[in-house]
């Protein structure tokens, strides 16, 4: 039986966390991250002047929607399922310590966003997580039950996710 493929498009914060969960939850699933550019995470290194803003201190989900005037009822779903305690935790597990500052922005203790970067490249390849870079997607569309992405230079991949 065929390994099932999820094709991740983009290298930044979100495309990695998404990735690295995916390999890590079922590391039967070949997992590829496609970015466009020759950098990755490139915000998050400049995100917060370089010291990488990961969250806020609001531990209220209540308080955190009304942050957010669009999108009130999707993010109210979606913070009941991973929150920021769930992200202190995450980061935490892989060494990685969080500290508020007095405006609620919290940031890795070392004050670097380099901290960040290196904990999201670490587990990408500890879950043996791809990363094509140079790849910019132009279309996806569906082909006999795949997925099919075609890049810039009409290279064609195929996933299932």
């Given amino acids: 039986m065929d390994k099932k493929r999820l094709l991740v498009i983009g290298g930044g914060a979100a495309g990695f966390f998404c990735a690295v969960n ?3 939850m079922n590391p039967a699933l070949e997992v590829i991250i496609v970015e466009k ?9 400049i995100s917060g002047g370089g010291r990488c803003n990961v969250t806020h201190n609001c531990f209220s989900i209540a308080e955190m929607i009304k942050k957010y ?9 979606a913070f009941h399922h991973f929150f ?26 070392s004050n670097s966003s ?3 970067i290196d904990c999201l490249v670490k587990e ?16 996806l569309i569906i082909d006999n039950g795949k997925w099919l ?3 810039k230079d009409e290279k064609r991949m195929a ?3």
């Fill in 22 to 24: 995916a390999a890590r």
């Fill in 37 to 45: 550019s020759s950098k990755l995470l490139s915000k998050v290194r």
């Fill in 69 to 77: 005037p669009r999108g009130e009822s999707f993010l109210k779903k």
């Fill in 84 to 109: 920021t305690n769930d992200t202190l935790q995450w980061f935490k597990e892989r060494g990685v310590e969080l500290k508020a500052e007095a405006d609620g922005r919290m940031f890795p203790v």
């Fill in 114 to 116: 380099q901290t960040i």
């Fill in 124 to 139: 990408a390849n500890k879950y043996g997580v791809d990363i094509l870079m140079n790849r910019e997607a132009k279309e």
């Fill in 149 to 151: 992405m075609i890049d």
């Fill in 159 to 161: 996933a299932d996710f």
